[in-house]
């Protein structure tokens, strides 16, 4: 499929690489699925000289025409699940089922952001001066460049690109370059339904060609990442230069409480499955574990063995509960979080090691660790993998306390059938989000993000299209 699509520059896909390219790799075979052309300085310069000259004709597109277009988007979208989720699974190695919830989710994201397109809100504020008052409108904030994680390739793609194309700006996407043929997809998606050529363009290349031109260019004016902390700060520092607007969403290291009130078994068959969804790959994935001495040791049980009976595979396979880790790399930063555990003490309750039967690819089985100092990497760290790191508290201070020691402060969990304690836990957890007796947080209608080192602004939601709009104030005197 790599050959059929390429880069996408002005409505017009690029095809077979004649030059520059980079393989791309099934993670759980090792196997290649193909090769895709790698961006030049020049084709990034030209996708940027795209978005600047329909960005003008884009934002004065009705806003109704605009929200009309992002519905056809959709619609091709649904049209392409079974495909999509597919690619997504090849690429990611995540389970088929879990591949077609995220296209699921990203086609939610230009739903809701087409509807949204018709409700950019202003406002009128009486002025001191006689006959006079304020005019607040919103305009688009003009050229956007996205840049995306791999964990989720459609849809963090999706909740950049539908609130910008709805708030009227053109946009450059340059997603991760393990998983470019998702990108693909959607910008094909795009591209059928009818979105205006140089409004939506996909860059897929090293970082010189890419990124470095996008962010020297003084057309681009908003740049919008999905990343890790560390990538987020020097993309704020190359900002300054050029004074673009900034989001981030950033890295996570989620704690999620357990008081001693929580029903056990409905708490451990919500934790489980979303600690090792997508291999444990999530920002907002609980990474520490705090549960009540009286729950302590039914809880660390009851994790390790549900978390053993996960079958481990292929995604395309029906019987697949949990793929592989994205990469080599990944697989040595587990590996050296569950050294460091044993080295502090750790009980490894399950697993620990890579799978015996699976000796392709970079599969690693659910982990349970107990027993671990809170300055261990597995609970200090985002360990973005299948590790659940478990330990125990008894005072209701003592656990907001270690909770909120995090540099991080993406999402939080808390898990208790008292609504004073519930509500207690929402204002005392210092992070963007918090969930209760729920991790449901990454829906369309919903402002997603973080704060402190996990970063700023929000994707979704009304305030998602805020975040792509610049303020205009007009004082009126009649």
């Not at 390219?21 to 795209?50: F, K, Q, Y």
């Not at 329909?54 to 806003?63: L, R, Y």
């Not at 659940?388 to 907001?400: G, K, L």
């Amino acid at each position: 499929m790599y050959d059929a699509f390429g880069l996408f520059i002005d409505g017009s896909w690029s095809g077979k690489p004649t030059g520059a390219s980079t393989e791309i790799t099934d993670p759980a075979t090792n196997e290649v699925l193909g090769v895709v052309p790698a961006a030049s300085v020049d084709d990034t310069r030209s996708a940027i000289d795209a978005a600047d000259r329909a960005f003008e004709k884009w934002k004065n597109t009705p806003a109704w025409t605009r929200a009309d277009l992002l519905h056809k988007v959709a619609d091709v979208m649904t049209a392409w699940t079974p495909q999509a989720a597919k690619q997504i699974t090849l690429e990611t190695g995540k389970p088929v089922a879990q591949a077609g919830r995220e296209w699921s989710l990203a086609v939610d994201q230009f739903r809701w952001y087409a509807e949204e397109a018709r409700r950019i809100y202003g406002r009128i504020v009486e002025s001191r001066v006689p006959g006079g008052r304020f005019e607040v409108t919103h305009e688009p904030v003009g050229v956007v460049a996205a840049f995306t994680a791999w964990n989720f390739p459609a849809a963090l793609i999706a909740r950049k690109v539908a609130p910008a194309l709805a708030a009227g700006c053109s946009v450059i996407v340059r997603p991760s370059v393990e998983v470019p043929g998702v990108a693909m997809i959607m910008f094909d998606c795009i591209r059928e339904a009818g979105i205006p050529a140089g409004v939506a363009n996909l860059l897929i290349g090293p970082t010189a060609n890419t990124y470095k031109p996008i962010m020297a260019s003084t057309i681009v004016r908003k740049v919008s990442l999905t990343g890790s902390t560390h990538v987020g700060q020097q993309m704020i520092r190359d900002s300054a230069e050029t004074v673009k607007r900034v989001s981030m969403e950033l890295g996570g290291n989620a704690p999620m409480i357990v008081f001693d009130d929580a029903d056990l078994e409905k708490t451990l068959d919500l934790a489980v499955p979303t600690k090792y969804a997508n291999s444990g790959q999530v920002c907002v994935t609980p990474d520490r574990f705090y549960v009540h001495d009286s729950l302590h040791d039914a809880f660390v049980e009851g994790f390790a063995r549900r978390a053993k009976a996960l079958k481990l595979g292929h995604g395309l396979k029906e019987e697949t509960q949990m793929g592989p880790l994205i990469n080599q790399r990944r697989l040595s930063a587990i590996e050296k979080i569950v050294d460091d555990a044993k080295a502090r003490g750790g009980e490894i309750v399950a697993g620990g090691k890579r799978p015996a039967e699976l000796n392709t690819g970079f599969f690693f089985e659910p982990t349970v660790i107990a027993n671990l100092p809170d300055d261990a990497l597995a609970l200090a760290e985002e360990n973005f993998g299948p590790i659940a790191a478990i330990t125990r508290f008894s005072d209701r201070d003592e656990v907001f306390e270690r909770a909120n020691a995090s540099e991080m402060g993406l999402s939080a969990y808390v898990f208790t059938r008292d609504a004073n304690r519930a509500r207690d836990a929402i204002a005392e957890l210092s992070a963007g989000m918090v969930g209760v007796n729920s991790f449901a947080l990454a829906a369309a209608e919903a402002p997603f993000g973080g704060i402190k080192a996990s970063g700023m602004g929000r994707e979704g939601g009304v305030e998602g299209i805020l975040d792509y709009s610049n303020v205009k104030l007009a004082q009126v005197v009649i």
